[in-house]
């Protein structure tokens, strides 16, 4: 619940009160594509501004290292089709893809997993 909290504190300035209905749908099925159990890393965002170029792979080879470590799997989230590919490329795989066009909703949702996790 207080999670809740400050993701409307975040937001609610930004969306308006008028779109929250539709958006908590949204974040809540989104939510429901999360594992309901274990532990994992999970980014709700994860960029850099784009002269940070360099900023980007250090922090994306941080995390990777820190999943790596603890030997956990990895998710995220993305709505925009060339970050997905992007993301492919860093070894992640695409576990759902939800289409909603009458809702204009495209998200792709994402896992990476340390070698020692992988299936053989």
């Not at 400050?6 to 949204?26: M, W």
């Not at 080879?61 to 925009?80: C, H, M, Q, S, W």
């Not at 590919?85 to 939800?98: D, L, M, P, S, V």
Request: aromatic share 22%.
């Amino acid at each position: 619940m207080v999670e809740l909290g400050y993701e409307l504190r975040f937001a609610l300035p930004y969306i308006g009160i008028s779109r929250l209905p539709k958006i908590l749908r949204r974040e809540a099925y989104r939510k429901s594509y999360r594992p309901g159990f274990g532990d994992y890393f999970y980014f709700w965002f994860f960029a850099v501004l784009p002269h940070g170029k360099e900023a980007a792979f250090e922090l994306k080879n941080a995390i990777f290292e820190e999943a790596r470590l603890a030997n956990l799997p990895f998710y995220l989230e993305t709505a925009v089709e060339r970050n997905q590919r992007i993301y492919e490329r860093f070894g992640f795989k695409t576990c759902h893809f939800w289409d909603e066009p009458a809702e204009n909703i495209k998200f792709w949702f994402m896992k990476w997993e340390p070698e020692s996790l992988e299936p053989s």
